[in-house]
């Protein structure tokens, strides 16, 4: 079955840098373009960036773009999201998750990560 | 940048029905889905494309799109749909929008 497993979050420092990892199982990773989306304590969920399924294109959140950089490694079945200088309100539970093959008219997530906490606090 | 709002909570009483609205500048050109998410757990995929649902979920949840708004609909609604809900959009050209989610109190 589809599994998807982050990790890599904690507590961190502002300005500080952070590397999440999203581990795929169950599925051919290299098939499926990958996302992040993050939800802030209390909070909804907000999309942070988008990679192609060969890692070629890459696309941002205005909120993080500059600062966060996302990518994978096909033959380690990993997505990767860099963070630098994070900032109190990057504080959230950060989830990978799953584009759907779908019309290209579409983008949606059929499977989502438990998602790993990251907390940005001094 | 592209919106989508959601009215914050909707009520409704056990086996009756529950609409959940998502509204949008011409979001009716575009294709809605929408996701539950219970405290403590991932957001689950509960209709994508407008109105098709994944396999598992239920037939008391559909969905439609037109004009500006979009809609989940709970027919029968059950305890257990007793969650947040988030409607969520692709902008058309490289980012994914959702909206502000509603929480689904059934009393």
């Known amino acids: 079955q589809v599994q998807l497993v982050e990790s890599g979050g904690g507590v961190v420092q502002p300005g500080r840098s952070l590397r999440l990892s999203c581990v795929a199982s169950?599925?051919?990773?290299?098939?499926?373009?990958m996302h992040w989306v993050r939800q802030a304590p209390g909070k909804g969920l907000e999309w942070m960036a988008v990679?192609?399924?060969?890692?070629?294109?890459?696309y941002y959140a205005d909120s993080v773009k500059g600062r966060f950089t996302i990518s994978r490694d096909n033959s380690k079945n990993t997505l990767y999201l860099q963070m630098n200088s994070l900032r109190p309100e990057d504080t959230a539970v950060y989830y990978c998750?799953?584009?759907?093959?779908?019309?290209?008219?579409?983008?949606?997530?059929?499977?989502w990560g438990q998602g790993t906490l990251v907390t940005v606090s001094s | 940048s592209y919106e989508l709002t959601q009215p914050p909570s909707v009520s409704v009483s056990p086996g009756q029905t529950a609409s959940i609205t998502c509204s949008g500048d011409?979001?009716?050109?575009?294709?809605v889905c929408w996701y539950q998410q219970k405290p403590g757990q991932s957001p689950m995929l509960v209709i994508y494309?407008?109105?098709k649902r994944p396999s598992g979920i239920p037939e008391r949840f559909s969905g439609s799109n037109s004009g500006n708004t979009a809609t989940l609909t709970l027919s029968g609604t059950q305890a257990m749909d007793e969650a947040d809900y988030y409607c969520?959009?692709?902008?058309?050209?490289?980012?994914?929008?959702f909206g502000g989610g509603t929480k689904l109190t059934v009393l």
């Open positions: 494309q407008d109105k």
């Open positions: 011409k979001l009716g050109d575009k294709y």
């Open positions: 998750a799953r584009e759907a093959v779908g019309p290209t008219t579409t983008t949606y997530f059929d499977y």
């Open positions: 169950g599925f051919t990773f290299s098939d499926y373009a």
């Open positions: 969520q959009a692709w902008d058309g050209s490289t980012t994914v929008v």
């Open positions: 990679i192609s399924y060969g890692g070629g294109n890459k």
